[in-house]
């Protein structure tokens, strides 16, 4: 799970990314909530939680105290969304790609920013293509949040380990670059640990591991971030 904080228009702002592998189970979703509630996130980008509607997400997160438009696949597959705080003003929600792909509009006292959250496909030639189409979805213009489940790595010698890290093809590490670059946004989790292999994803004997869960920041916020973590989800 990718974290990050940092002052953000006068307020304490937290971001969460987390691919879940499905909440359609009550007691996992509620021990998943449990869990955030201890983390004071603004905003929380998930992947996979299954969920097939609108109606799902009202009656799942509402409660809570959060918002939550997302972009919807099937009870087995994908569904991003985004969950945020009354807080903030919601302008427009894009939704594109068959549950991989949301973008959602906020504004907080006047003040405008987007976040998009993806989940690529987990071969090629789909995910360079996914990528190619998350470029134009995105105006680098307007300060952006970039998370999620991106299915591959940007450098394999830091961010894999368990497996060659020179056999790049399997990997959209250019393609993904390109798009960090294109859409004006940082790995802000390597930007503040340039020397570190941490991960977000690993085997249960420990074999192969790999950091494929981004928060991708805009330039104009990177001097403000305090700190990127990378937490332990109990439910994962």
């Not at 869990?35 to 997400?57: G, I, K, P």
């Not at 790609?97 to 690529?120: K, P, S, T």
């Not at 368990?162 to 930007?191: H, K, N, T, Y």
């Amino acid at each position: 799970v990718d974290f990050f904080k940092f002052w953000f228009l006068l307020m304490a702002f937290s971001v969460i990314s987390v691919n879940l592998n499905g909440l359609r189970d009550e007691d996992r979703r509620l021990g998943f909530l449990q869990w955030l509630s201890h983390l004071s996130s603004s905003v929380v980008c998930r992947q996979e939680t299954h969920a097939v509607s609108s109606t799902d997400l009202q009656l799942w997160f509402s409660r809570f105290g959060f918002s939550c438009p997302g972009s919807f696949g099937s009870v087995h597959s994908c569904e991003v969304a985004v969950l945020y705080r009354p807080v903030f003003e919601c302008r427009s929600v894009v939704c594109e790609f068959d549950g991989r792909f949301v973008l959602v509009e906020l504004a907080f006292r006047g003040a405008v920013f987007r976040v998009a959250c993806i989940y690529a496909p987990n071969r090629n030639p789909d995910r360079d293509e996914f990528f190619f189409r998350c470029v134009s979805a995105i105006d680098p213009a307007v300060p952006t949040l970039l998370c999620g489940d991106l299915n591959t790595v940007l450098d394999r010698v830091v961010d894999r380990r368990g497996s060659c890290p020179f056999d790049v093809s399997r990997e959209s590490s250019a393609m993904l670059s390109s798009l960090f670059s294109d859409c004006c946004v940082v790995d802000i989790w390597r930007e503040m640990h340039p020397v570190v292999s941490a991960f977000t994803r690993c085997r249960p004997d420990g074999a192969l591991a790999s950091r494929i869960d981004l928060i991708g920041c805009s330039y104009v916020w990177v001097p403000h971030v305090s700190s990127v973590d990378i937490l332990s989800c109990p439910l994962l």
